[in-house]
C-alpha cells in the first residue's frame, strides 16, 4: 500500500513537501505520480517520476513550481511545493505506475488514500 | 475543460447494461492506451481497466473496456447498486508529455 502525509494548511506563496510511503512491494521498481483532485472537482494528473529517477514530467500548472523526488532505499516518493496558490487546494494522491515510468507509459494503478492541502490567501 | 471528453452523468437499471465514452483525439487516445478508473464517495480511485480492455485481479467482469480510432468505451453489465460511482478515463498524450483525465461520469444507479 500507499501512505501519503505531509498536507495540511497553507499560506499563499509559501511551500510544503508531500511524502508518499510504500509498503509491502518496492516502489523502487516503478514509475510514480502525484495525482491531485480539488474539492468536488474531478482528477488533475500532477507529476510522474521514472522508477530510477532519471524521467521526470509535470503538468503544466505546476511546472516551474513542484518538483518531484524519491528516495528508493527509504521506498519513499516526494513532491516539494513552491509558490504555492489557491487553486493547488486539493487532495493529492500518489499512486504507482504499471511500469518504469521512463518512456512508456501505463499509468497508475495502486492508489494511496490521499493527504488534504488547503492554500489559504 | 478536461483533454478527454466524458459525459458529465449517466444513468441505468439494476441488471441492465450501461456504456460510458471517453473521447479524445490523435495524440492521447489515438496513439496510446486508455485507463479507466472507479472513485467511490470519499474514497481513492482504482484501477478497473488498463491498457484499453485489460482487468485487474479482483475486477468482475461485468467491467469491459474498448477502444475504436481516438475514443474508449466503458461497459458496465449486469449493472449492481454498488456500482454508483464517479468513472474517469486517462490517457498518455504526446503532445502535452503527460497524462490527462476525462472530467468524469457519476453513474446513477435508479
Known amino acids: 500500500q500507499l501512505v501519503e502525509s505531509g498536507g495540511g494548511v497553507v499560506q499563499s506563496g509559501r511551500s510544503l513537501r508531500l511524502s508518499c510511503a510504500g509498503s509491502?512491494?518496492?516502489?523502487?521498481?516503478?514509475?510514480a505520480h502525484w495525482v491531485r483532485q480539488p474539492p468536488g472537482k474531478g482528477l488533475e494528473w500532477v507529476a510522474l517520476?521514472?522508477?530510477?529517477?532519471?524521467?521526470?514530467y509535470y503538468g503544466d500548472s505546476v511546472k516551474g513550481r513542484f518538483t518531484i523526488s524519491r528516495d528508493n532505499s527509504e521506498n519513499t516518493l516526494y513532491l516539494q511545493m513552491d509558490s504555492l496558490r489557491a487553486e493547488d487546494t486539493a487532495i493529492y494522491y500518489c499512486?504507482?505506475?504499471?511500469?518504469?515510468?521512463?518512456?512508456?507509459?501505463?499509468?497508475?494503478?495502486?492508489w494511496g488514500q490521499g493527504t488534504t492541502v488547503t492554500v489559504s490567501s | 475543460q478536461s483533454v478527454l471528453t466524458q459525459p458529465p452523468s449517466a444513468s441505468g437499471t439494476p441488471g441492465q447494461r450501461v456504456t460510458i465514452s471517453c473521447s479524445g483525439g490523435?495524440?492521447?487516445?489515438?496513439?496510446?492506451?486508455v485507463n479507466w478508473y472507479q472513485q467511490l464517495p470519499g474514497t481513492a480511485p482504482k484501477l478497473l481497466i488498463y491498457t484499453d480492455n485489460r482487468r485487474p485481479a479482483g475486477v468482475p467482469d461485468r467491467f469491459s473496456g474498448s477502444k475504436s480510432g481516438t475514443s474508449a468505451s466503458l461497459a458496465i453489465s449486469g449493472l449492481q447498486s454498488e456500482d454508483e460511482s464517479d468513472y474517469y478515463c486517462?490517457?498518455?498524450?504526446?503532445?502535452?508529455?503527460?497524462?490527462?483525465f476525462g472530467g468524469g461520469t457519476k453513474l446513477t444507479v435508479l
Open positions: 517520476l521514472s522508477y530510477d529517477g532519471i524521467n521526470k
Open positions: 486517462a490517457a498518455w498524450d504526446d503532445s502535452l508529455n503527460g497524462w490527462v
Open positions: 490523435s495524440s492521447n487516445i489515438g496513439f496510446n492506451t
Open positions: 509491502g512491494f518496492s516502489l523502487s521498481a516503478f514509475g
Open positions: 499512486a504507482k505506475d504499471l511500469g518504469s515510468g521512463r518512456h512508456d507509459h501505463y499509468g497508475m494503478d495502486v
